[in-house]
């Protein structure tokens, strides 16, 4: 076979070398290639020193001998034109196989070796120049020779003995070089070699290191997730198991004395919630204790319309309730006594002094409004000596009555009527009693006839002097009496203060013969501008001032007459209340 490439079992040569090697002679039978010896045993030669390297053992010495006899036998038996190798038994380094293939020239021998021939002898030169070839080495030794262990087969030399690679220092190892590029030069097979070029990287094993960072990563991740979801589902629904919430400790339950809340305590089990029917209609209203016989205090427009005790039902902040008579009541200023028998436990509540109280002093109301008993609200006083009017729905003015208030924004609806009005020492100043209605025209009360829509701020009280005085003649004689002066206003007069009339009722005269304002001088057509010092600007509040006196008490009047201003001083007389 020769396709003009060199077989895989063959090593290149360089071009003098190839030219050497001699082309075996035409074979007889045609058929292009040259037939093999049958192989022979070798000799073994006598031990002799290793020859340098490349030296042929096929040219000298005894085993070169031996193989040139070997050769000449091949050629005589008429095997084949000429043995392509012997190789020397024992020898320890073998030399390389070489294969002769038709057509490849051979140089002549130096000498020739004498064998034995076959029937088509091979021509002296031809010999000479195959002996020559021979004595030269085509390759350098190979380090791992191997005896042979017979002769070659017909294509293949014999396999090299496989030896484990010496160990390399450990100074020595390092990366293995990266492949070169282009194609790989024509080197030894090595299969015992270490980090050559012909054998691929080993494989990069993975750190465990990273691995379990990378595993750290993905737990914390799915941990995370986790707790995410947990957190919101339990913020969603509430949780996971029973709510129980913090609360603080409620041993301690005392308050100070002057508190809203130690006001209220003290106050409540002396304030009753009445309710009344009779007369067609029925209402509510608040009403205190007076002492422990059952008297109690209430506005008269609460009561007005009951007949008999039937009608008045009084709800004690215990929740008893009891039946109420009626003790007196008095229009003019508006105050009424009911009482109660058979009621045990009492409260009381202690009575203050409202001339001793100041603006901005603070406050607090208990009443029922809206029949919400036992409700209790706070604020100041507002102003002092504001002169109100209620009632007044028989038009005669009979039911009119006229106070000389107290004015609070403590929140007073309708319900609050007759309830006390409470200072900081839970002592009572006052009698609720009316609330400036919002767009009003001129009611001034739960009695006045007015719609009665919520509190805006403006609730006046009856001072609880004059509301003493006045309980004490309802209590005691069932009437009440009012301070008079004699005389009779002009209601009409739009003049600043109040103007005696020139004739009286029923066209009597219009200031009383013997009265008060008769014996200090008072004329018809007189205007009275001050009552004490204190302005007058109309009669209602002329009224007003004197009713919150009682008879027998001294006053200054300051008039006008004729354009003169004078000062009259005189003694309140007493009238019948009704």
């Known amino acids: 076979m020769n396709n003009g490439k060199p077989n895989w079992w063959s090593r290149p040569s360089s071009a003098p070398e190839a030219a050497r090697i001699p082309a075996p002679p035409p074979s007889g039978d045609g058929d292009g290639d040259f037939p093999l010896p049958a192989p022979h045993p070798p000799t073994t030669p006598p031990a002799q020193a290793p020859e340098p390297a490349g030296t042929d053992l096929r040219a000298a010495g005894p085993a070169g001998a031996d193989a040139r006899a070997a050769e000449a036998e091949a050629e005589t038996t008429g095997t084949g034109p000429q043995a392509p190798e012997l190789v020397a038994a024992g020898s320890p380094d073998p030399a390389p196989c070489v294969v002769l293939t038709k057509g490849e020239p051979r140089d002549p021998a130096p000498e020739e070796v004498p064998h034995v021939q076959d029937p088509a002898p091979v021509p002296a030169p031809q010999a000479q120049t195959q002996a020559q070839t021979q004595a030269q080495p085509l390759h350098a030794p190979d380090e791992y020779r191997t005896p042979p262990y017979g002769e070659p087969g017909p294509w293949a030399p014999a396999p090299p003995v496989q030896r484990p690679p010496a160990p390399v220092p450990p100074h020595q190892q390092g990366p293995v070089p990266p492949h070169p590029q282009g194609p790989a030069p024509w080197t030894q097979y090595d299969p015992w070699g270490v980090g050559g070029p012909a054998l691929p990287p080993p494989p990069a094993k993975r750190s465990r290191k ?75 209203g608040t009403g205190f204790v007076l002492d422990t016989k059952g008297h109690i205090l209430t506005n008269n427009h609460v ?75 706070s604020g100041i006083i507002s102003a002092k000596e504001r002169p109100i009017t209620a009632g007044g729905e028989k038009g005669d003015g009979s039911d009119v009555s006229y106070v000389d208030a107290l004015q609070t924004d403590a929140p007073i609806n309708p319900g609050n009527s007759g309830g006390p009005l409470l200072d900081s020492k839970a002592r009572v100043i006052g009698i609720n009693s009316a609330i400036r209605a919002a767009g009003g025209s001129g009611g001034d009360g739960e009695g006045g006839g ?11 009280a009856i001072p609880i002097n004059q509301g003493k005085r006045v309980a004490e003649e309802l209590i005691n004689t069932g009437k009440a009496t009012h301070p008079v002066i ?93």
Do not use: C, W
């Open 486 to 578: 004699g005389v009779s206003l002009d209601m009409q007069y739009n003049g600043d203060g109040a103007r005696v009339g020139q004739k009286g009722k029923d066209g009597t005269a219009s200031v009383t013969p013997g009265g008060p304002a008769a014996k200090a001088g008072l004329r018809p057509g007189d205007v009275i501008t001050k009552v004490d010092g204190q302005r007058v600007h109309n009669g209602e509040e002329l009224i007003v001032k004197i009713r919150a006196h009682r008879p027998g008490d001294r006053l200054e009047l300051t008039l006008e007459r004729d354009g003169k201003e004078l000062t009259k001083t005189l003694t309140l007389g007493s009238s019948q209340g009704t």
């Open 450 to 460: 007015a719609s009665q829509p919520g509190s805006i701020g403006l609730g006046f």
């Open 303 to 377: 009561v007005d319309g009951a007949r008999s005790s039937a009608d008045i039902s009084v709800t004690f902040s215990s929740g008893e309730t009891a039946r109420a008579k009626l003790v007196g009541k008095d229009t003019g200023y508006d105050l009424a006594v009911v009482q109660v028998t058979g009621v045990s436990g009492l409260k009381p509540l202690p009575l203050g002094n409202s001339d001793g109280v100041r603006v901005g002093d603070p406050v607090v109301a208990i009443g029922a409004p809206f029949d919400l008993s036992n409700t209790v609200t």
């Open 210 to 284: 990273g691995l379990a960072v990378a595993g750290a990563l993905v737990f914390a991740l799915i941990t995370g997730v986790i707790g995410g979801g947990i957190g919101a589902y339990v913020e969603r629904n509430g949780g996971l198991t029973t709510v129980e919430l913090p609360q603080s400790d409620a041993k301690d339950t005392g308050r100070a004395p002057e508190s809203v809340a130690g006001i209220a305590a003290s106050a409540l089990p002396g304030v009753v919630t009445l309710h009344v029917r009779g007369g067609g209609s029925s209402g509510t």
